[in-house]
């Protein structure tokens, strides 16, 4: 008999909150009237970061697949919020830059991000939090 429970696994738990969060972060951004997807915030979070990266940096630093980040980058650039240049250095890379419209967005969002996840941790102390945190960092260490 299999004693596996799907549901007590940590990481079903650990993508079932992921997932939350990220739901949670599409309404706060509808609601607040913002035309903007958790993948793309992402996206434009690794710029407001470091503006200029290459595609794959962004696809690397992001966990996502290169034709994902290609699209996302494609409806950022149809909303006017990033600019794609190719490189001087080398030509077959292709640096994301922020528009003035895409730098303009942190403001807007980081603080309904932070509120989001505010709300997350409700009920769970400072320490709990950077224990958990430092047990996640070891699992994603384990499987790098």
Do not use: C
């Amino acid at each position: 008999m299999n004693d596996f429970q799907l549901d007590q696994s940590y990481g079903y738990i650990v993508n079932r909150a992921a997932r939350r969060l990220e739901y949670k972060l599409l309404q706060a951004f509808k609601k607040n009237g913002h035309d903007i997807t958790p993948q793309q915030w992402a996206v434009l979070n690794r710029l407001w970061q470091q503006d200029g990266i290459s595609q794959a940096e962004i696809a690397d630093s992001t966990f996502k697949n290169r034709p994902v980040v290609t699209r996302i980058i494609d409806i950022l650039e149809k909303k006017g919020r990033v600019v794609r240049r190719r490189s001087e250095q080398d030509r077959r890379v292709i640096r994301v830059y922020l528009t003035p419209k895409g730098r303009e967005y942190e403001e807007k969002l980081v603080p309904l991000a932070k509120e989001v996840l505010e709300r997350g941790r409700a009920g769970i102390t400072d320490e709990e939090l950077e224990h958990m945190t430092l047990a996640l960092r070891k699992i994603v260490a384990n499987h790098e």
